[in-house]
């Protein structure tokens, strides 16, 4: 069945430093592929979205490209800040419309 | 534009109880969605209402839960009789039609129960 693995956490980086998330996933079709982030206390929140192969989705200074040969869509940051710790989540929405998560992937970034 | 409303925010009871938790979606969003998240966990979907109407409960364990959404505004998920397992976060979350737009979240009901 339709499926999403993640890189496990808990993830230490320091401030500055470069970030990848890994991502990837199992899905019949061609799904959409979108990374949430949950911050401490908060809801979900959507970070930045792929609809289509090649897409590169962006947004706060992280980007993810859609490749559907290696089927992955990693996050990354050139330089994480404080700001950035919190869970971050891979989903995609299958052909049939349900969402799935991964189990999401912790990320403290320290001064 | 406010967002999801969720209430209550934490609710602690013992196993066998019953317990409900309500959803507020964004104004004019018709489809909503309810979400159980376990510690260390991903979201899983439980149901999906479209307007009033429910469009996908495949994993939700009708013995002892059931939601409801009418009106097709709020909604309340109950569980009854609550056991160990169901303590998660219960997310709720509403998009403006199903399929291609965003999903907004609300904070989200954390259930212990004990």
């Known amino acids: 069945g339709d499926s999403v693995t993640q890189m496990e956490g808990p993830v230490t980086l320091s401030e500055e430093a470069f970030l990848t998330i890994n991502c990837t996933y199992t899905?019949?079709?061609?799904?959409?592929l979108f990374w949430y982030v949950q911050y401490p206390g908060e809801g979900l929140q959507l970070l930045l979205k792929a609809t289509k192969a090649d897409d590169k989705g962006s947004n706060k200074g992280f980007e993810a490209t859609y490749r559907k040969e290696t089927t992955s869509f990693h996050l990354e940051k050139g330089s994480v800040q404080v700001s950035d710790s919190a869970v971050y989540f891979c989903a995609l929405r299958t052909s049939y419309d349900k969402v799935i998560f991964g189990p999401g992937t912790s990320l403290s970034v320290i001064p | 534009e406010a967002g999801v409303a969720q209430s209550p925010r934490y609710k602690i009871i013992e196993k066998r109880q019953s317990v409900a938790f309500w959803c507020n979606p964004i104004?004019?969003?018709?489809?909503l969605y309810w979400y159980q998240q376990i510690l260390g966990q991903g979201p899983k979907l439980l149901i999906q209402?479209?307007?009033?109407?429910?469009?996908?409960d495949s994993q939700l364990p009708k013995d002892r839960f059931s939601a409801e959404r009418l009106k097709g505004v709020d909604s309340t998920l109950k569980i009854q009789p609550a056991k160990l397992e169901d303590s998660a976060v219960y997310l709720c979350?509403?998009?403006?039609?199903?399929?291609?737009?965003?999903?907004?979240f609300g904070p989200g009901t954390r259930l212990t129960v004990l």
């Open positions: 979350a509403s998009s403006f039609r199903a399929g291609l737009d965003t999903q907004y």
């Open positions: 899905a019949t079709g061609y799904p959409s």
């Open positions: 209402f479209q307007n009033n109407g429910v469009v996908d």
């Open positions: 104004s004019g969003h018709a489809t």
